[in-house]
């Protein structure tokens, strides 16, 4: 029965995997980051799938979250463009975080609010990694979802408290301005304040350092195989992202660990 329902959770999670694969492509036609080719074709029935490359409209078993990418490999069977290699990626992670949270959530109500969180942070994190955005739209979503969750905690005013100074602080840190450039965009502070009212204290401290380590570690390892040029800006939210994603799954148990050395 327990297997029987990971199948489901995590086959579910592969279909919003692939249903934000589509989103991020919308919301990126949205913010004139890409150009609508879908506007070519004529007759289109909004309602359905389509190719993103030649629009042509796609059967349901060209649409199947891994499989239509694993037996067509790779490429679309209409035009043959190649297919990005971060769909199934996507579809595979939001698969395995939805098992995760299967067996990180105590009721079921946690569980659904926290398949929603997942959902909208693994959009986010796409779309910023991809176009240096973070979405307003998953921001607020993120914002209203956290606030849902304090609902009925006792000690709900350290979360507000945390969020407010988590905002403050990132905002702070997007007046900083480095060679005219903004080192914080205005999407990080509004995550930031999700993190806080989220992960509350130490939880928001535990994802902040994790974030600013693992993000100049990867900088300098991109800058010194030469990915990037030091000028390049590269994207925070997918640092504070993963960093939220392992405080609130493991945060007791780094913060035992930390105790511990002590
Ligand atoms: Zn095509």
């Keep these: 029965m327990d297997l029987f329902l990971s199948i489901i959770i995590f086959i579910l999670g592969l279909a919003v995997g692939s249903f934000i694969n589509m989103v991020v492509y919308r919301t990126a036609i949205k913010y004139k ?14 309602n359905r799938s389509f190719c993103d490359w030649c629009g042509k409209q796609l059967r349901w078993y060209e649409n199947v979250p891994v499989l239509s990418w694993i037996m067509q490999r790779g490429r679309s069977r209409c035009c043959s463009t190649p297919l990005p290699r971060e769909y199934p990626i996507v579809e595979i992670s939001t698969g395995v975080l939805f098992l995760l949270s299967y067996q990180l ?10 398949l929603l969180i997942i959902s ?11 176009y240096m955005i973070l979405p307003d739209g998953a921001n607020y979503c993120l914002i209203i979802l956290a606030l849902i969750l304090l609902v009925g905690k006792e000690n ?3 979360y ?3 969020g407010i100074s988590s905002g403050l602080f990132f905002l702070i840190l997007n007046r900083i301005k480095i060679r005219g450039l903004e080192a914080m965009g205005m999407g990080d502070v509004k995550y930031a304040l999700f993190m ?3 992960l509350g204290f130490p939880g928001t401290i535990i994802a902040g350092y994790l974030a600013f380590v693992v993000g100049a570690l990867v900088s300098v390892i ?6 990037v040029k030091r000028t ?9 992202i993963l960093g939220t994603g392992v405080a609130r799954a493991w945060g007791e148990k780094i913060i035992n660990m930390v105790n511990l050395i002590r």
């Design 33 to 46: 980051l890409k150009k609508n080719l879908k506007s070519k074709v004529k007759n289109i029935n909004k």
């Design 105 to 114: 959530s105590v009721t079921s109500y946690q569980f659904i609010l926290n």
């Design 120 to 130: 909208l942070l693994v959009f986010s994190l796409v779309f910023d990694l991809k």
């Design 156 to 158: 709900y005013w350290t």
């Design 160 to 162: 507000l408290l945390t």
């Design 196 to 198: 806080g009212l989220f």
């Design 222 to 227: 991109l800058l010194v195989l030469k990915k």
């Design 232 to 240: 390049d800006p590269i994207p925070f939210g997918p640092f504070l």
